[in-house]
């Protein structure tokens, strides 16, 4: 039977204390990044404010240099997304994550077009072209396409990077640069074999201790992997049971911490993909029901938010104006206290000054 009968506000809190959002952090980056399971980084810049966000005095500089050194990789995992993780983090998530990367490959139109076809041999080939050099997609297709005419080579180059791990290089990603996206073989890249055993029980252990507390749908939701139910159910000795409010079953680490509802939490602006809007089926601990809609975009880039006492309360975006400084704008979902408002403005200034040194001003809008 379970115990423990957590608030949603109670939830909130615990989620952004493992998520480091309740206080920034003096630790390293790599540390960061293998305490939060990663970060979704499938775009080239956007994901560094999600670091600023957690680490005190974050240098981007040195976290593109770590790109570069191979200290930390960007490839497909979670979701199918692209993630930032340490090299060790790579070789333990994605053999365990394949089967999702597989599931969604089979049914998007690249495995429609490729059914029947032998897709080892053409991982393997894509493998042998990517150890001689680095390539962007369309020269993998290019060359591919010689080889398996009767396909358009954009199917073959995917099914080449889901078949197995390939890092995206840099400069693509590395703060202040820009380049074509180019990927690599993520064993050699990363000096590391990729041939570890895939780990479920070892994944829920790591996404509690960042998502937590959570429940089997929350898990399935955050890696995109099904039938979890056995996983928890071997791990029960090793976990504590709570409930969410409306009855749904939760698990825990029983020494991950668990803050008070009534621990404050400071205002922070979320990148469009960050962790914490991402971790969980329910994503109401963070996002309320009524402002989903919010977020929704026909382009599939959702904007970026901002949390208040915890929770997403509007909407951010740089405005450039020909002429003028950018300005950050801030879309209010609703109204805000004039202390909340305050907090808005000094910490929109801070992440203006992050995205754009010579920014200048925050402006509020009501949607």
Sequence with gaps: MAGTVLSNRALNRATLDRQLLLARTDLPVADVVTRLVGLQAQTTHTWYLGLENRIEGLDPHRVGRMLTDGELVRVTLMRGTIHLVTPQDCRF???????AIDRGFSGSRHGQATRGMDLDAIARAGYDLLLAR???????AEVLAERWPQVNGEHLAQAVKDRLPFVQIPPRGVWGAAGAPAFAPADTWTGLAMDAD?????????YLAAFGPAG????????????FKPVFDGLRDRL?????EDGTVLFDLPDAPRPGEDVDAPVRFLYDFDNILRGHADRSRVLPHEHRPRLASRNGMPPGTVL???FVSASWKVVRTQGSAPHLEV???GPISAADRDAVAAEGERTLAFLEPEGRGVRFVEL
């Design 216 to 227: 089997v749908k929350d898990m399935q939701a955050w890696s995109s992997l099904t039938r």
């Design 240 to 244: 504590v049971e709570l409930r969410a």
């Design 93 to 99: 998530l994605r053999p365990t994550v394949q089967p």
């Design 198 to 206: 895939p780990d479920p029980e070892g994944l829920v252990l790591r």
């Design 134 to 140: 680095p390539m962007t997609p369309r020269d993998l």
């Design 331 to 333: 879309g209010l979902f």
């Design 308 to 310: 208040v006492d915890g």
